[in-house]
């Protein structure tokens, strides 16, 4: 036996791109895009992607270069996912709602060498490419067109680039697409959502993207010929998969460029959707709709990303979803781990189910092993539900490692483990249930207090839209709960800060109840859904809770009106003894092009009950521009 080694025919790289290949022979007449009217069959896919591809090497793209791709759910979205590595190149999906600034740094750390962008993030590209340095060369642009669409793309730009449908009408359909020469070769470089402020560049093979591709396919039970909606951004995390995964199954990617409450029920009563995928943001937002209605057939929808609420689970499920949860990151190209239903759970009653729904669950088929350990011993943890310790995971779909970034591989890749950051518990039947990311733990006189959990408690308000809890600093305890809400809309009396702390009282120990609660229109978070809490914690840090009111008054002839508008907690917060906030409302200024905003938020130093100073957030520094605020109105908080 030991004299037998694998040979060639037994050693095939692993790929998902074959599933293309394999969709256009089985399933070649059936539909593999709808969008709007316009509808694609898997032979006409296959066709599509492979003169992508042939026309990306005739266009100077070699093999293991990066192509960046800046688009929403649209069918060129969809075909890059396989034309660009069809081509040898290696993929790169940006998050379209970064900033210029971001994406220019993005690109240049990939050393990029074409763009592709849909037309309505072309400024945003177009700017992103004016901050490279002089001395960098800077990558093509294939514009993405959108006949569907009334808006049309400008008529010419000042740099080099051609369009999408040019590359498909010119491209050759018989390329014989490229190979990778070994499984472990790159496929994907994607950048994390930016949850804690730092992007790094994971990068997976051609064996990891697989491997997750069929783990995928057989953990949810994704049938033949499914109808999926695409309802989670392709460009994150190359929507876990399920791009290689329709195609495998010879599904039908109804595809969407806007993810709306109204669009997605009607979607999903005019093409009978099967199946869609999203974070625990597009239940809430499905759930909250006026649109909201009890489905006509049950949709399988799959949420990760952040832990679901228990009380979102339930309002889902009542309407005809059938929620599946798991848990992943980017560094393991998807979820590795789903809460495996059990069928005496069918029982119990609705609470109790949402809440056993609410874990992440064991790990999918064909991932290896997944534990709870001490991080300062190694060692795993009690499975008693209550002891804390950091989630570690190994297995086939975990990243190569941080492009460029030897430093940050080996931080998170230690003893056989990729630890995430992450903390969570293990109950007694096996199952994992992640209680917060480890910066988002609040540690307050000692005590270990899980932001999850007093937003769990605070999403079953009948008020509440939206919430995040972070930690706020503390003179006394270290550090103490500070909760951010958004309410529903139209509702006939809104809770002030002390319901919403009583309503907590009622449901949790006191230790855990939110000594501030802040009201927000809508919580800053990434395109993804997931809310961005490093934001959060930094306006928290200037929040103080003898201050909290609501008052109105005269911004005074002192006060000067900044060039542009500030970006709300975009950058750290250079440390100022700041006592209040204002919201400041300007009902005329000149000129109009430099002063672009009705609303901003500005921060004010005080001298005893007098304002002398107005800082903007994210300059740390006193507004000092040459037109006065005299007389303009202002909100107090």
């Given at each position: 036996?030991?004299?037998?080694?694998?040979?060639?025919?037994?050693?095939?790289?692993?790929?998902?791109?074959?599933?293309?290949?394999?969709?256009?022979?089985?399933?070649?007449?059936?539909?593999?895009?709808?969008?709007?009217?316009?509808?694609?069959?898997?032979?006409?896919?296959?066709?599509?992607?492979?003169?992508?591809?042939?026309?990306?090497?005739?266009?100077?793209?070699?093999?293991?270069?990066?192509?960046?791709?800046?688009?929403?759910?649209?069918?060129?979205?969809?075909?890059?996912?396989?034309?660009?590595?069809?081509?040898?190149?290696?993929?790169?999906?940006?998050?379209?709602?970064?900033?210029?600034?971001?994406?220019?740094?993005?690109?240049?750390?990939?050393?990029?060498?074409?763009?592709?962008?849909?037309?309505?993030?072309?400024?945003?590209?177009?700017?992103?490419?004016?901050?490279?340095?002089?001395?960098?060369?800077?990558?093509?642009?294939?514009?993405?067109?959108?006949?569907?669409?009334?808006?049309?793309?400008?008529?010419?730009?000042?740099?080099?680039?051609?369009?999408?449908?040019?590359?498909?009408?010119?491209?050759?359909?018989?390329?014989?697409?490229?190979?990778?020469?070994?499984?472990?070769?790159?496929?994907?470089?994607?950048?994390?959502?930016?949850?804690?402020?730092?992007?790094?560049?994971?990068?997976?093979?051609?064996?990891?993207?697989?491997?997750?591709?069929?783990?995928?396919?057989?953990?949810?039970?994704?049938?033949?010929?499914?109808?999926?909606?695409?309802?989670?951004?392709?460009?994150?995390?190359?929507?876990?998969?399920?791009?290689?995964?329709?195609?495998?199954?010879?599904?039908?990617?109804?595809?969407?460029?806007?993810?709306?409450?109204?669009?997605?029920?009607?979607?999903?009563?005019?093409?009978?959707?099967?199946?869609?995928?999203?974070?625990?943001?597009?239940?809430?937002?499905?759930?909250?709709?006026?649109?909201?209605?009890?489905?006509?057939?049950?949709?399988?929808?799959?949420?990760?990303?952040?832990?679901?609420?228990?009380?979102?689970?339930?309002?889902?499920?009542?309407?005809?979803?059938?929620?599946?949860?798991?848990?992943?990151?980017?560094?393991?190209?998807?979820?590795?781990?789903?809460?495996?239903?059990?069928?005496?759970?069918?029982?119990?009653?609705?609470?109790?189910?949402?809440?056993?729904?609410?874990?992440?669950?064991?790990?999918?088929?064909?991932?290896?092993?997944?534990?709870?350990?001490?991080p300062n011993t190694g060692k795993s943890v009690e499975r008693d539900g209550v002891s804390l310790g950091e989630v570690v995971l190994r297995g086939g779909s975990v990243m190569l490692g941080y492009f460029k970034d030897p430093l940050g591989t080996s931080m998170c890749m230690k003893d056989g483990w990729f630890y995430t950051g992450d903390v969570g518990v293990l109950h007694s039947d096996?199952?994992?249930?992640?209680?917060?990311?480890?910066?988002?733990?609040?540690?307050?006189?000692?005590?270990?207090?899980?932001?999850?959990?007093?937003?769990?408690?605070?999403?079953?308000?009948?008020?509440?839209?939206?919430?995040?809890?972070?930690?706020?600093?503390?003179?006394?305890?270290?550090?103490?709960?500070?909760?951010?809400?958004?309410?529903?809309?139209?509702?006939?009396?809104?809770?002030?800060?002390?319901?919403?702390?009583?309503?907590?009282?009622?449901?949790?120990?006191?230790?855990?109840?939110?000594?501030?609660?802040?009201?927000?229109?809508?919580?800053?978070?990434?395109?993804?859904?997931?809310?961005?809490?490093?934001?959060?914690?930094?306006?928290?840090?200037?929040?103080?809770?003898?201050?909290?009111k609501m008052a109105t008054g005269q911004v005074g002839s002192g006060f000067y009106l900044p060039l542009r508008s500030p970006r709300w907690l975009q950058t750290p917060f250079i440390p100022a003894p700041i006592s209040t906030s204002i919201c400041v409302s300007i009902p005329r200024c000149r000129p109009v092009s430099l002063y672009n905003f009705s609303q901003s938020t500005f921060f004010?130093?005080?001298?005893?009950?007098?304002?002398?100073?107005?800082?903007?957030?994210?300059?740390?520094?006193?507004?000092?521009?040459?037109?006065?605020?005299?007389?303009?109105?202002?909100?107090?908080?």
């Open positions: 036996m030991e004299e037998l080694k694998p040979m060639p025919p037994s050693s095939c790289p692993f790929t998902p791109i074959g599933f293309l290949e394999r969709a256009a022979t089985v399933y070649g007449d059936c539909p593999s895009i709808i969008y709007n009217s316009t509808t694609y069959t898997w032979s006409q896919t296959y066709r599509r992607c492979l003169k992508v591809a042939s026309s990306l090497s005739s266009n100077g793209i070699k093999p293991g270069q990066v192509v960046s791709v800046v688009a929403p759910n649209v069918p060129a979205m969809y075909e890059l996912q396989f034309a660009v590595p069809m081509s040898g190149a290696i993929l790169n999906n940006i998050n379209t709602r970064l900033d210029a600034r971001t994406i220019s740094i993005l690109l240049r750390h990939s050393e990029s060498k074409l763009v592709f962008v849909d037309y309505l993030s072309l400024d945003v590209i177009l700017e992103a490419l004016s901050l490279f340095p002089p001395e960098t060369p800077c990558p093509a642009l294939g514009l993405i067109t959108d006949e569907e669409e009334e808006a049309s793309p400008p008529p010419s730009l000042a740099v080099d680039f051609c369009t999408y449908e040019s590359m498909v009408e010119k491209g050759d359909p018989e390329f014989k697409w490229v190979q990778p020469q070994s499984e472990w070769d790159p496929m994907v470089l994607n950048y994390t959502s930016g949850t804690t402020s730092a992007p790094k560049g994971v990068v997976q093979s051609h064996r990891g993207t697989f491997t997750i591709t069929i783990g995928s396919l057989i953990d949810w039970s994704l049938p033949k010929q499914a109808v999926y909606l695409w309802t989670l951004p392709i460009f994150h995390a190359n929507g876990w998969s399920y791009p290689w995964g329709m195609a495998a199954v010879g599904g039908t990617n109804i595809c969407l460029r806007r993810v709306e409450a109204p669009t997605i029920y009607s979607l999903i009563k005019r093409h009978g959707v099967t199946h869609m995928c999203g974070a625990p943001v597009v239940l809430n937002m499905l759930t909250n709709s006026p649109n909201a209605e009890r489905l006509q057939n049950p949709v399988q929808i799959l949420t990760g990303g952040a832990p679901p609420p228990s009380a979102v689970l339930f309002r889902a499920e009542s309407l005809g979803f059938v929620v599946s949860h798991g848990y992943g990151l980017t560094e393991t190209a998807g979820l590795v781990t789903s809460c495996a239903w059990k069928p005496k759970w069918n029982t119990f009653p609705a609470s109790e189910r949402a809440i056993l729904k609410s874990r992440q669950g064991v790990p999918i088929v064909g991932f290896t092993e997944m534990g709870v350990v001490d096996g199952y994992l249930e992640v209680k917060d990311r480890s910066k988002d733990v609040i540690i307050s006189g000692g005590e270990n207090i899980s932001s999850v959990e007093i937003e769990s408690v605070l999403y079953t308000h009948p008020a509440v839209n939206e919430a995040a809890v972070v930690a706020r600093p503390d003179e006394f305890w270290g550090e103490t709960p500070c909760a951010f809400v958004s309410l529903k809309n139209g509702l006939p009396h809104k809770p002030g800060e002390k319901d919403i702390i009583d309503y907590c009282r009622e449901k949790m120990a006191h230790y855990m109840v939110p000594k501030i609660v802040v009201f927000k229109d809508e919580l800053p978070k990434t395109s993804t859904g997931k809310i961005q809490k490093y934001l959060l914690r930094e306006y928290a840090k200037v929040v103080d809770s003898s201050k909290v004010a130093k005080t001298r005893g009950s007098e304002i002398f100073s107005i800082f903007q957030k994210n300059q740390g520094t006193v507004l000092h521009q040459p037109h006065r605020l005299g007389n303009t109105h202002a909100r107090f908080f």
